[in-house]
């Protein structure tokens, strides 16, 4: 792309304001028992209810989650 064409594209949207990108993918990488499915799951809720996460602006949106850790991991892990 040229400079004018680079310059034309437009500013990033976020479903949350500097950590997610709306339409783009995003993945949280940390080790075993780091907290990765609470925080993934506190993400979720927060944008399915279009609230403020960790002083953040939210964009209100569907969510899906998908419970890779098996069903007995997620009860687990939500308690």
Not at 28 to 41: D, G, M, N
């Amino acid at each position: 792309l040229s400079d004018l064409e680079l310059e034309a594209v437009a500013d990033q949207s976020w479903l949350i304001e500097g950590v997610l990108p709306l339409g783009g993918s995003a993945a949280i990488i940390a080790p075993p028992a780091s907290a990765k499915t609470f925080v993934a799951i506190d993400i979720a809720f927060h944008v399915a209810l279009g609230a403020r996460w960790n002083d953040r602006a939210v964009a209100q949106s569907h969510v899906a989650y998908v419970a890779a850790e098996g069903l007995h991991g997620l009860r687990k892990r939500t308690r």
